[in-house]
């Protein structure tokens, strides 16, 4: 038998590898004026299109699916290709994948700024959109297994393991959080309401940080650091524990993001649980490639690819390490809804995924060009303005959280709150997110020379598009002569996928149901009440500005905090909020029991411009919601959506609602007038301010502190 012949495809890898740099300065610039946002609210521009509310996930989605994604998708289809010893199943394919997601990417950039959003974190993309990320999403699966089924490689190394887990449980991840009802062409509700919704959004968000962000990472790791280092990975046993251990764990954690929420203790004390056995899977992978380097440590300090793997796998050991502790409920009560966990995020983001990127990026661009790299000087100054960056950012969040965190606790010796103003609290943080945007500036310059020395480095080299290769074809083996059980699964990649998916779905499953099928779970609240016409569309337009991003709307069972706001929150407060707004970081107060608090002519003024009725406030204005009219042609549509959804507004409400809405609407104008306030009754700001009176008024709340 003779070895075949076959070219491996590197203008896919070519084509990707651009594509992150590219999308990485896009993201990474955003971030840089969202963080600028919340100390100059100047830089909001003064047009809807460019809030914080609206521009911040733009910046999330840019720098998760646009760099990260582009990124994995590089070291796949490079890894693979080699692993497998075959070229990508079909080249068709590999066009359309990397086409269609750059789409996808292009129409968030378009949608998000518009306020097209579903409002769940790092799942705004509508419902158009949701169907083209499964359709490109399988494309990828079938060329990835495509070329698993023609491969010349019996065995399927560990780096191979994580893809297939990826590919499966991102897939259930995004299928079972996408289940909106459409109302039009670019509007949805969540099929979920309220505690369910919470569940099943933080069940996605956290484990599209596990498997999007962290799984092909990890297999991306497997196959890079030993090729970087020329050594093979430390420990395969360790590899198999790493790999089973942290997929069958990683999906339980999801509900530590709604510690003392309304969610049901069993499910929160579950997701402490297994928060915390995440260590050990998560050290051992870290363990498993730092050791690959043991005898090698020469080569780390000259070599600056191995610099940035070897921080890029201290900050996943950090990350991993931090995560479990902040699910401790001690911790959580003073770190969640503050900068601690923007800092805790951004360690893992910049640390683990941007210098394991960046080094990826250094070793196989050169590679594939068949030239050296322009300059390692650059290389090297990217290296550590970059660690700089990622310095100068996190330790002023941590301050910021952990200044923050403790003043919203304080009280005096006579036992009031010492800061029952939630401003003064945001003003004395300032000068630390003014340190973060150095951070964040420092690190961007990093990417900047990068993309300078990698695209010298193109000019200087020819790309080898279609690299050759042979291999000996696949031959038919005796599986009785092979010993373990896991070297025989290795041979077969369709049962390696089934048992990864029986393994994460165990426990999607545990978590999921108990809540989504047993209705006595969410008890309802007789005085809670479906939404009016008018505050359904104040609600809409409170989504489309994306204030959740700054305002939760849940009130936590803490003295410090029903002091503050008021009552505590209680699950059937919450029964037809489709979707949930609980937010996850307060840059402003919770707005849960905000309904009657304040006059219409204050919130009013506050919405025109903040500064007005909070001196110091660093909320952009919102005075175009005074000149727009209202969309009232969709009320109807709503009232309808709701209706299938559960709730229960009475059959064929939708023929008058229009009228409700219009009756309500000129009851607010009227009480605006009398403030002097002239404004039509068809305005967008009568809407929101109807829905904003109407939070937390179902349930009799005691009385609160000022803001």
């Not at 990474?28 to 521009?45: C, E, S």
């Not at 650059?378 to 950012?393: K, R």
């Not at 219409?600 to 500064?611: E, G, S």
Request: hydrophobic share 45%.
């Amino acid at each position: 038998m003779h070895p075949e012949k076959f070219y491996y495809d590197n203008k896919i890898v070519r084509n990707f590898g651009i594509a992150t740099i590219v999308w990485g300065i896009i993201g990474m610039t955003v971030g840089l004026i969202v963080a600028i946002q919340l100390f100059k609210p100047g830089m909001n521009m003064g047009n809807q299109y460019t809030t914080f509310g609206r521009v911040r996930p733009l910046h999330t989605n840019a720098v998760i699916f646009a760099f990260v994604g582009n990124a994995i998708f590089m070291g796949v289809y490079y890894s693979l290709q080699r692993l497998l010893k075959a070229r990508m199943f079909s080249d068709v394919l590999s066009r359309i994948h990397f086409w269609g997601w750059q789409l996808i990417i292009v129409s968030a950039v378009i949608t998000l700024p518009l306020g097209l959003t579903t409002s769940h974190e790092y799942a705004e993309l509508e419902w158009p959109i949701d169907i083209a990320i499964t359709l490109i999403w399988v494309v990828f699966g079938i060329n990835m297994f495509g070329t698993i089924i023609k491969r010349r490689e019996r065995h399927l190394y560990v780096a191979i393991w994580f893809y297939i887990a990826t590919f499966v449980t991102i897939a259930v991840l995004h299928i079972v959080n996408s289940f909106e009802l459409p109302v039009s062409a670019f509007k949805s509700y969540m099929v979920y309401a309220g505690v369910q919704d919470a569940l099943v959004q933080w069940w996605y968000g956290h484990n599209a940080v596990a498997f999007f962000l962290t799984t092909p990472y990890l297999g991306m790791m497997y196959y890079f650091l030993p090729k970087m280092a020329n050594r093979p990975i430390y420990s395969y046993k360790l590899s198999i524990l790493h790999f089973w251990a942290l997929i069958f764990i990683y999906i339980w954690a999801g509900p530590h993001h709604l510690l003392y929420t309304t969610l049901p203790g069993w499910a929160q004390s579950l997701g402490v649980v297994f928060s915390i056995m995440l260590i050990a899977p998560s050290w051992g992978g870290m363990i498993n490639g730092l050791l690959t380097l043991r005898g090698a440590w020469d080569k780390v300090r000259d070599d600056v690819v191995l610099k940035f793997m070897v921080v890029g796998l201290t900050a996943y050991g950090m990350a991993t390490f931090e995560g479990p502790m902040l699910s401790l409920k001690q911790i959580n009560g003073i770190a969640h809804f503050s900068d601690w966990i923007v800092a805790h995020v951004h360690v893992g983001a910049l640390g683990w995924n941007g210098f394991l990127t960046f080094a990826i990026l250094y070793w196989l661009i050169p590679r594939i060009y068949r030239t050296e790299l322009y300059s390692k000087r650059m290389a090297s100054f990217h290296f550590w303005i970059g660690t700089l960056g990622i310095l100068f950012y996190a330790i002023p969040m941590y301050w910021a959280g952990f200044t923050q965190g403790l003043m919203l606790k304080e009280f005096t010796p006579e036992g009031i709150l010492k800061y029952p103003n939630f401003l003064e609290t945001t003003l004395r943080i300032i000068p630390m997110h003014v340190m973060r945007s150095i951070g964040g500036t420092l690190y961007l310059l990093g990417v900047i020379v990068m993309a300078y020395n990698l695209a010298r480095t193109m000019a200087q080299g020819k790309l080898v598009a279609n690299d050759a290769a042979e291999a000996m074809p696949l031959e038919p083996v005796n599986a009785a002569a092979e010993h373990g059980w896991h070297r025989k699964l290795e041979r077969k990649p369709v049962q390696l996928m089934i048992l990864a998916l029986i393994v994460i779905l165990i426990g999607s499953i545990i978590e999921l149901m108990p809540t989504m099928t047993i209705s006595s779970n969410v008890p309802t609240i007789a005085s809670v009440k479906p939404y009016t016409p008018l505050e359904l569309q104040g609600r809409d337009i409170y989504i489309r500005e994306g204030c959740v991003n700054c305002h939760s709307q849940t009130v936590r069972p803490f003295r410090s905090e029903t002091e503050r706001y008021g009552e505590y929150s209680k699950a059937g407060e919450f029964v037809y909020d489709h979707p949930f707004l609980w937010g996850s970081k307060r840059t402003g107060p919770d707005l849960a029991r905000e309904g009657q608090k304040y006059g219409n002519a204050w919130h009013y003024n506050h919405l025109m411009d903040p500064r007005l009725m909070s001196p110091g406030s660093i909320m952009p204005n919102y005075d175009w919601l005074i000149t727009q009219t209202l969309d009232t042609t969709t009320t109807a549509a709503k009232v309808s959506a709701m209706r299938k959804l559960g709730v229960p507004y009475p059959e064929g409400y939708e023929a008058r609602a229009n009228h409700d809405l219009n009756e309500q609407a000129s009851a607010i104008a009227q009480n605006l007038a009398k403030d002097k306030i002239k404004v039509t009754n068809d305005k967008e700001i009568v809407a929101i301010i109807a829905y904003l009176q109407r939070l937390g008024t179902d349930i009799k709340t005691s009385k609160t502190a000022n803001k």
